[in-house]
RNA sequence: GCCACCGUAGCUCAGUUGGCAGAGCAGAGGUUUUGUAAACCUCAGGUCGCAGGUUCGAGUCCUGUUGGUGGCUCCA
């Protein structure tokens, strides 16, 4: 007898080899009906494999997240099962869960797939789930698995074998379909009631653009249908939220196929808009000791030689501007860090100067691939609320959590509630892909991760995701559609110093190599407005938002009384209009709520005679007569407490 | 850059097997003077992304190209 062990607590006495299912069943026949797989001392396995010693377990249903990858696994394999039966003879890679759903990755050979086809493969994958086809795992020794897949001529299979040990390698079967795979699965297809295929896309084999390009089919199933119908309103309510979409409604930016893609054109309401973010971060950056600088939009082709950029960037990037007579090159700026070494450089620096903080909103220009451009959050031009610190080493981890600091007032003060703080490290294997010494990015490594641990900042760590002059602490946002973005961005750099020969005088007389933090709270400007739009879905907090109040008379009578209320409201820095169209109230307010303005002022007969005001607050009812001092002082009490 | 899909009026979209290019909103003119999410009438608006081709005839079929979308790769 073995002691297992459940989530609860209690501990139940029962023969070597019971299966998960086995105590499921003992618990409720409710409960082993939902039964995907089960977790034994933390290791997920199938819930119908024996457990033979004492252990942990806790038993995974659709509530849990490995429950859910489970299917999603056994989904892919239910998928490869449909394919092989329209297309015999295709070689199979790879077909992993995912956050939302699955993929396999399908080597089609001669056959032409379509979208279209999707739609028979799902109705196939109905039919075999079913047939509640039991996943049976088997044992294979490497060599029998080599032959199976030399039988098949599926050089993907045999190539991931080449990774696996003998002894670790096992097989499962569904139905007609059998498949190298570690597992674990469900219990059989017939957990899967309701699929969808999403999409259908190119995938290099293993992620490199130099293998072939094998068909993803990308899907998802639920357990019930009610989850997949929900979950595809779900994803339509995420696609309102889509910047590109509401940047159009609330005319912020715009496109032009002649400007050029990747380009973006700010409308008014957007370069207002994003002139307040500036001016938010400007106000937070004086506070912090930063001096505002300004620098040109080209430079010399020789900074970026200097800087190594061009060695890494030069060849896939825009290509210099050559000048008619002289034959001088100059680069579209990438970036604005070496424009403020120069300015560094401009006149001798002593210690006592230090930190030396240059800041500026400065646009550049990188040439992006066409098929990554995506609305305001992938652009070839855009602006960067950047700054550079220069200072001592032993001013750097402070510096660094005062950099932490600003971007978490900024987050918090746009509610952006989840984001990811990932710490991008070097891959020492790849050293041939970053520049500077060891004993460099040694230094700067441990810093970040030093000044994020005594910051309390729960990170994760990513090695081999640092850029190529040092490591970097990135914030990261989730879009509409549950995309990751890079926001705010700080990073170390002994690297710049060194080949701008950046110096200050210390207190000993002697010249100092200062030591460099890149940052940028927002990252760009377009991709934060981007980002800001689809978290918020349009409803911008008050401080921030174009028109804060409309004023909607009834009737035309009321148009001057109307004007006057605008007078007091501008007074006291309200942003507002008149909506003095020729129209019916009912639709001056739906425009205005969906231009999402927060407030709308009603003024007819009532109003004037009282000399009052109706107020009605965006996504809410009327809110009932008040005089326009008592509504002035809310507005205000509201931005003061947004920005606190 | 690669794979797949899409491109019709300012916007959102309809347009059968190839047979006279449509609607709603927005715009203009008029009527109406309006009470908490769309008043009414009239008008105007298009080289169907662009260039070729097939055809008696192309928004529709084919080729190329350009832009967008979903992925992959990349991301200073």
Not at 9 to 22: L, R
Not at 86 to 105: H, Q, R, S, T, W
Not at 272 to 280: D, H, S, Y
Not at 567 to 589: A, P, Y
């Amino acid at each position: 007898m073995i002691d297992i062990t459940l989530p609860d607590g209690s501990i139940k006495q029962v023969e070597k080899g019971t299966t998960a299912m086995d105590i499921a069943m003992g618990i409720s026949e409710g409960l082993a009906r939902n039964v995907l797989a089960a977790k034994v001392n933390d290791e997920v396995i199938d819930a119908n494999r024996g457990i033979d010693s004492n252990a942990t377990l806790q038993l995974l249903t659709w509530r849990d997240t490995e429950g859910k990858s489970t299917m999603w696994h056994s989904s892919a394999h239910l998928m490869a099962e449909a394919l092989e039966f329209y297309y015999p003879g295709i070689k199979l890679a790879i077909g992993p869960p995912v956050k939302n759903g699955f993929y396999y990755d399908v080597d089609f050979m001669d056959y032409q797939i379509h979208e279209s086809d999707l739609v028979k493969i799902e109705q196939k994958m109905k039919e075999l789930a079913k047939q509640k086809n039991a996943y049976v795992r088997k044992d294979m020794s490497k060599s029998d698995a080599v032959a199976y897949f030399k039988n098949l001529e599926d050089p993907y299979k045999l190539e991931l074998l080449e990774d696996l040990e003998d002894g670790t390698i096992t097989f499962y079967t569904q139905g007609e379909f059998t498949d190298l795979c570690r597992g674990p699965h469900i219990p059989h297809t017939g957990f899967i009631k309701a699929i969808k295929l999403t999409a259908i896309a190119g995938a290099y084999w293993r992620g490199d653009e130099k293998n072939k390009q094998l068909t993803r089919i990308y899907g998802i199933t639920f357990p019930k249908n009610a989850e997949l119908t929900e979950y595809l309103e779900k994803v339509e309510l995420a696609k309102a939220r889509d910047h590109r979409k509401l940047g159009k409604e609330l005319d912020l930016f715009a496109f032009s196929q002649r400007v050029g893609q990747g380009l973006p054109l700010w409308l008014p309401k957007g370069a207002e808009l994003r002139e307040r973010l500036e001016n938010f971060l400007k106000r937070a950056q004086k506070i912090g000791g930063y001096d505002q600088v300004i620098t040109p939009h080209i430079g010399s082709k020789e900074l970026y030689v200097c800087s190594g950029h061009y060695a890494k960037y030069g060849e896939d990037s825009f290509q210099p501007i050559g000048t008619p007579h002289e034959g001088e090159e100059f680069l579209l700026k990438p970036m604005n860090c070496p424009h403020h070494c120069e300015i560094f450089k401009t006149r001798p620096r002593s210690y006592k100067d230090l930190p030396i903080r240059f800041a500026e909103f400065g646009t550049v220009y990188r040439y992006e691939q066409s098929g990554e451009l995506h609305g305001l959050t992938r652009v070839r031009g855009f602006t960067q609320d950047d700054a550079h610190i220069f200072c001592t080493q032993d001013q750097v981890k402070d510096e660094f959590k005062k950099v932490i600091d600003l971007v978490l007032y900024i987050f918090k003060t746009l509610k952006f509630e989840n984001f990811k703080a990932q710490v991008s490290l070097r891959d020492k294997d790849t050293p041939d892909k970053y520049i500077g010494s060891d004993a460099n990015w040694d230094k700067a490594e441990r810093a970040i991760i030093e000044a994020a641990d005594e910051k309390n900042l729960p990170t994760i760590v990513e090695t081999g995701e640092a850029a190529f002059y040092g490591p970097k602490l990135d914030f990261m946002v989730e879009d509409a559609l549950g995309r990751e973005w890079q926001l705010g961005t700080i990073q170390v750099d002994y690297n710049l110093p060194e080949r701008f020969e950046l110096e200050y005088t210390g207190s000993d007389n002697q010249k100092h190599r200062p030591v460099m933090i890149h940052r940028a709270p927002f990252g760009s400007m377009e991709r934060f407005v981007a980002v800001l739009l689809e978290h918020c879905g349009g409803d911008f907090p008050l401080w921030l938002t174009g028109d804060q109040v409309a004023i909607l008379p009834i009737s035309e009578k009321y148009n001057d009384y109307c004007e006057k209320l605008l007078q007091l409201l501008n007074n006291s820095d309200i942003r507002g209009f008149v909506d003095d169209r020729n129209e019916k109230v009912g639709k001056k307010i739906r425009e205005s709520e969906l231009k999402k303005i927060p407030f709308m002022l009603i003024i007819g007969e009532k109003e004037v005679e009282n000399n009052a005001i109706s107020v009605r607050q965006r996504g809410m009812d009327d809110l009932g007569q008040m005089d326009v001092d008592s509504f002035i002082q809310l507005l205000n009490k509201a931005v003061e407490d947004e920005l606190a």
